[in-house]
């Protein structure tokens, strides 16, 4: 059996360097997937994101906050060059109160360099009131990880569960505020 350590350790490294998560939410017509580009936050652990409000994905969160989604990262130069984590929650649009702070931080993560960020920003205006866009915040209830080492002895394709609580803060531990640490 993996350590909690080493548990800890892979799933900190997704969080912080998987840029895209399968979102799974369901509505009045059944279960729905799509792929969203995703920042951290910690302290508890959430995921965000923005999309249309008219996506099939906003329209469900916003009938049903229910939501399950996978993290996987492949070319990785240890164990099996790939690595994934499965998880359970519940997401929410980012209010306005929020908004300025979060937004910030989505581009800042997202976009490191100036320049690009700049090209990439959206007004917004875009993600207030009527406007076309909403950011969303997904708290996670549940985190597995992919059990790499028993699938090295077994060759069968199972999860193991890592507490919520060794996955609150950044490996760096990072004292920022933001509704808990970004």
Do not use: C
Not at 68 to 89: H, I, K, R
């Amino acid at each position: 059996m993996t350590s909690l350590s080493r548990l800890t350790e892979r799933s900190d490294f997704l969080i912080e360097n998987a840029r895209f998560m399968t979102l799974a939410t369901r509505g009045t017509d059944g279960a729905w997937a799509s792929t969203v580009n995703f920042v951290p936050l910690r302290n508890p652990l959430r995921l965000m994101w923005y999309s249309l409000r008219r996506a099939q994905h906003s329209r469900n969160i916003e009938n049903d906050p229910r939501t399950s989604g996978s993290v996987f990262m492949t070319g990785l130069s240890a164990g099996l060059g790939l690595d994934g984590a499965q998880f359970t929650g519940t997401a929410s649009a980012v209010g306005p109160d929020e908004l300025d702070e979060l937004s910030s931080w989505y581009y800042e993560r997202n976009f490191p360099d100036d320049e690009v960020r700049d090209q990439w920003r959206l007004p917004l205006e875009e993600f207030r009131g009527d406007g076309p866009r909403r950011f969303y915040v997904l708290e996670v209830h549940r985190w597995w990880l992919l059990d790499i080492d028993q699938w090295l002895v077994d060759k069968n394709d199972q999860r193991v569960a890592v507490p919520l609580d060794a996955l609150g803060r950044r490996p760096s531990d990072g004292a920022e505020s933001q509704g808990g640490t970004r």
